[in-house]
Every structure is written in structure tokens, then in C-alpha cells.
């Protein structure tokens, strides 16, 4: 019976995805075309400055830093006055591409000790570890190891993980390797170094291949490091217990790009960047909130994607769990590449939530069911939104929107919500239950999706009753 009512409910979701077919459509809007996210904000999110990257929350929330640019100047804004001071401008550099407060408040900067900006993204790969001291009296301290991307900073200790490739480390990493190490940092006569340093793990140690990236210590007790498995599966969002070793896949989307950036202080969430909404890479992604228990569960947080041309990245959550930075980017940009900071209101976002309508026409006389779970199918996930009869004796047509719009404003991109796309010789066996009376889904497409199974060798049975 369990198995029965299993396949009850799968059939269910697949008739509910080819009604979609027939009234919904992606997320492209022909209205936005041209447009800029930044001109049509939400009421939780406002625009912080015109230009930078790579936001950092100080640990009082009363202060952002910031990237000029990639190898550019560091900047830190403070939020009550506005004014924007530079933190770089002391002595002569090659630029950064990382600028992070440590706990103690001075500033751990990752940057090249070369450039040339005939082929600029070398000095990508090759960057240094410096801790810029507060006072901004003297040029920061080199901490004497490469960093590969970005470091993780713990928000309550002097302690730091970071990653190395193989570009880095020739003779100590094969080809395609990367390792993520971990070190407090601490003062001797009043210069900075590194203790205590020992290796995570290296992607060799691990079942799957995949180049690392630490991204936060999960809080409150910070024994876990949230981290990027690039190229395994498309991107995954992973942790690794620091004393055990054990990895566990949090986003487990195959195909999809899922880049954790930003978690949240109670350690139950973190801020991701993802394509989920469009499944075009990384270049188009946009910020999802992810549940950090094993059940894949995720929520969109902005739309800036749905702008042809744009995205939004690189997300941090405040201390106090309130707001989020994050950049305006472009999807012709190198990742990392920001058109200014702005931030998200949570409290905002949560209050406007209920009142907050679909894309499309509103409809009298039904209720607003928002973001329904998500269904996959292989590599592919639609979101469902639902318009249904509310207080009415005869059931009014049933309206799906996935992503947003209605068939007739996007028939060339509705066939991406049809069910039959997605079949495959190994679906799971199929038992379609299916009214003969039925007044939302038409008796015909449990019909089509029986034929496209059985065609594909999948076992299905039709019951009409």
C-alpha cells in the first residue's frame, strides 16, 4: 500500500508538472529586458554603494569592508554615516582579492605579490595570506602561505582555514589536487603568524573528485567548515567535521551549481549561490537560502537573475542574523566581479512576504499557495506556485506558475515545464490513478504521459476510475 500510494503521489506531481505545461512558462520576462535589477528593488533590499565586491560584515554589524575591484584598493563603509574610507591606500600593492575582519578586528587580506595585467588571472591563483592591522599605521604582515580563493575566518577565534592547488604547490599536490589547511593566527612581538597549522583534508581523500573551497565554520560550536566541492556532481555545497573528517553533501543536486557563500549565525543555514532558477552554470545564478539538515531544502532569496544579463553573488549574513550583503553582478564577468553592494532585510523580507504576488495577472476568487516543494527529475527542478479555488461551489481552472508568467505571454519557453522531457528509461515504475471527472487535469495527458513512458520501456499502469 505504501508503495501504491508512493507512486500515487509521484504520478500526481508528473500530471501536475504537464498541466504546467499547457499555463506556465520560465522565469524570462520580455519586460525586463534591457532593465537593471538595481532600478526595481523589493522594499527589503536597497542599494548600499555604486561600486565593489566581496562585502564582509564587521562583528558590531556597524560596518561593511569591500573590494574596489578584483586587485583593487580595500574599502570599508560605515553604516550609520555612509562614509567610505580606504584601508589600502597607506602603501603600494598589487591589489587584493580578499579582504576579511578577523575576530580581534584587524584584517586578513588575500592578494598576488605580482601583476601583470596582460594575463591577470596567474596572479589569481597565486595569492598570499597578510593580516592588515587595525590601526592602519604600517603595510600589512604576510602570514608566508598561498591562498587558492578564498579563506574561511571563524567570527569568534583567531582561527583561519584556507585552500591550496596544485598550481600553488607543484611538489607537494599532483595535478587536479587541492587541500584545505587550517592555523590560529597568532602575535609575537607584535607580528602576526600562523600556529597550530595542520591539514584538513586532501581532495584526494575523498570519494568523489572535486577542487576545494573552505567557506565558513559553522556556529555555534564551529567543530564543522562549510565548503565547496567544485566540479563533483556540477558544484556542491559540503561540510567536514574538523575532528571526525566526516563530509556530507548538504545540496546533493546533481547538475546543478550550488556554491555556499554566507552562513547564517545560528548554523542552521547558509546563503548559496545557485542556477536552480534556470540551470544555465554559474554565470547566472542567483542567492538561495539552504537548510543545513540533509534534506536539500532551499529558498530563493533574490531575482536579480531573472534580468537578462545580471545576477546576484557573494552574499554574507551580520552577526545578528538581520541582513545580508551581497553584489550586483553581471553574467559576463569573471566570478567575483561586482557593480556595487546592497543589502537584504530579513525582517523586511519576512513581513512582505504573505502580501507578495506571483508574475503574471492576479486572479478574483482563488488563494496563493508560494513556493510549493520543489520536483526534480535528473538534473532538472521546477518550483511550483499555485492558484486555487477559494470558498467556490464549482472549482475554477487550475493556474501553475514555475518561475513566474503564463503560457500565453511565453509559449516559446513553456515545453522546459513538460513532464514527457524528462523521461527516461530509468524512471522508477509508475502507477497513474487519474478521474475520468476531473475538473483541473484533463484525462488526455495522463494518457500522453503513459504512451512517452511506456515508449522509454518504463513500467507504467493507467487506472482511470
Known sequence: MTTARFFCKTCWLGLLLFAAALYAAETDDPAKAGKSPADELPPHISRL????????????????????????????????????RPLTHHFYHHGYTRALYLANGDILLSGPEEFDPKNPHISRVQCYLYVL???????????????????????KRMHIAWAQVA???????AKGQSRMQE????????????????????????????????????????????????????????GIDLVTKKVVNYSNAPGQYDE?????????????????????????????????????????????SDYPGYKSSNPVVSDDGRYMAFQMAKSKDQAGV??????????????????????????????????????????????????????????????????????QENKNKAARANPIAYVTPAAAPFLIVHGDQDPLVPLNQSQLLFDALKKAGVSVRLHII
Request: glycine share 8%; hydrophobic share 30%.
Open 49 to 84: 554603494t555604486s561600486f565593489g565586491e566581496r562585502a564582509d560584515w564587521s562583528p558590531d554589524g556597524k560596518k561593511i569592508l569591500f573590494l574596489a575591484k578584483t586587485y583593487g584598493d580595500v574599502y570599508e563603509i560605515d553604516l550609520h554615516s555612509k562614509i567610505i
Open 133 to 155: 592591522d587595525k590601526s592602519l599605521a604600517k603595510p600589512p604582515e604576510p602570514l608566508g602561505t598561498k591562498c587558492s580563493e578564498g579563506p574561511a575566518v571563524s567570527r
Open 167 to 173: 598550481d600553488q604547490y607543484p611538489d607537494e599536490l
Open 183 to 238: 592555523a590560529d593566527i597568532v602575535y609575537e612581538h607584535g607580528a602576526p603568524k600562523l600556529a597550530n597549522q595542520k591539514i584538513i583534508i586532501e581532495s584526494r581523500d575523498l570519494p568523489f573528485k572535486c577542487t576545494l573551497e573552505p567557506q565558513n565554520f559553522r556556529p555555534p560550536e564551529e567543530r564543522e567548515l562549510i565548503f565547496t566541492a567544485y566540479g563533483y556532481q556540477g558544484t556542491e555545497v559540503c
Open 260 to 304: 555556499p557563500e554566507g552562513i547564517f549565525p545560528d548554523g542552521q543555514y547558509t546563503c548559496v549561490e545557485c542556477d536552480r532558477q534556470n540551470h544555465k552554470g554559474s554565470n547566472y545564478v542567483d542567492l538561495w537560502k539552504l537548510k543545513l539538515d540533509g534534506s536539500s531544502k532551499m529558498e530563493r532569496m533574490t531575482f536579480f
Open 338 to 407: 561586482g557593480y556595487g553592494i546592497f543589502i537584504y532585510d530579513f525582517t523586511k523580507a519576512a513581513s512582505g512576504e504573505q502580501n507578495q504576488k506571483p508574475t503574471g495577472k492576479e486572479l478574483p476568487g482563488v488563494k496563493y499557495l508560494r513556493d510549493l516543494e520543489y520536483a526534480r527529475a535528473g538534473e532538472k527542478s521546477l518550483l511550483l506556485d499555485l492558484y486555487l479555488p477559494e470558498k467556490s461551489q464549482r472549482p475554477l481552472p487550475l493556474i501553475i506558475w514555475i518561475h513566474g508568467g503564463a503560457i
